[in-house]
Structure formats: C-alpha cells, structure tokens
C-alpha cells in the first residue's frame, strides 16, 4: 500500500519560512518524480514544484520560483519543499504526489497522493 505522508505545516507571518517534508512508503522511491502541488479555498488544485526521480530535473512554477526550494533524499524515501519569503497568497492546502509517468507539472498525471498539510500565512 502506497502512502505518501506530509508535515511541517503550519502558521506563519508574511516574510517567514516552513519547510515540509514528505515520507513515502509502499512504492520504489527512486523511480518516481515528486511534486508538490497547493489548493486554496473554492481554487483548483495547482503546480508548485517537482522533482526528477534522480534530482537532475527540477520544476517550479514561476509563483515559486526564487522562493521555494524541492529537494529528495531518496536515502530516506522523502522529498522536501522549503519555503521562504512566505506570502499571504501561498497560503493553501499543500500535497506531495508521485508521479511515474507523465508531465511534472500536470495534476491528472500523478499515481499517488499524499493528504496534504495546511500552510497558512499571515499578512
């Protein structure tokens, strides 16, 4: 059974920083990219950012770009997302999924996701 487990979320003022991780298990780690993606109350769900299976490719959405950072450690089966220079408009839902196939930066091409964390920022 694939779960994909998040945390690190929270509350934080404008200006500030979290960063999330999230543990997978149930799968072959190093052979999925990873993403993350956000949805906002009564919004569609959307891209932030993904990851290769072996690094060497990385996404971002230009939302992002400059203040997040995605890194794996397939090691530990886990992906990260550090997030600086929070904005109130980051504020969201946050996944992680996997993806063995497909378009990094696509929704609907991801095999699993995880439950989400609840990233919330203050103005």
């Known amino acids: 059974q694939v779960q994909l487990v998040e945390s690190g979320g929270g509350s934080v003022e404008a200006g500030g920083s979290l960063r999330l991780s999230c543990a997978a298990s149930g799968l072959t780690f190093s052979t999925y990219a990873m993403g993350w993606f956000r949805q906002a109350p009564g919004r569609e769900r959307e891209f932030v950012a993904a990851v290769s299976w072996s690094g060497d490719k990385i996404y971002y959405d230009d939302s992002v770009k400059g203040r997040f950072t995605i890194s794996r450690d397939n090691a530990k089966n886990t992906v990260y997302l550090q997030m600086n220079s929070l904005k109130p408009e980051d504020t969201a839902v946050y996944y992680c999924?996997?993806?063995?196939?497909?378009?990094?930066?696509?929704?609907?091409?991801?095999?699993?996701w995880g439950q989400g964390t609840q990233v919330t920022v203050s103005s």
């Open positions: 999924a996997a993806l063995l196939v497909g378009s990094p930066r696509k929704v609907h091409e991801y095999d699993y």
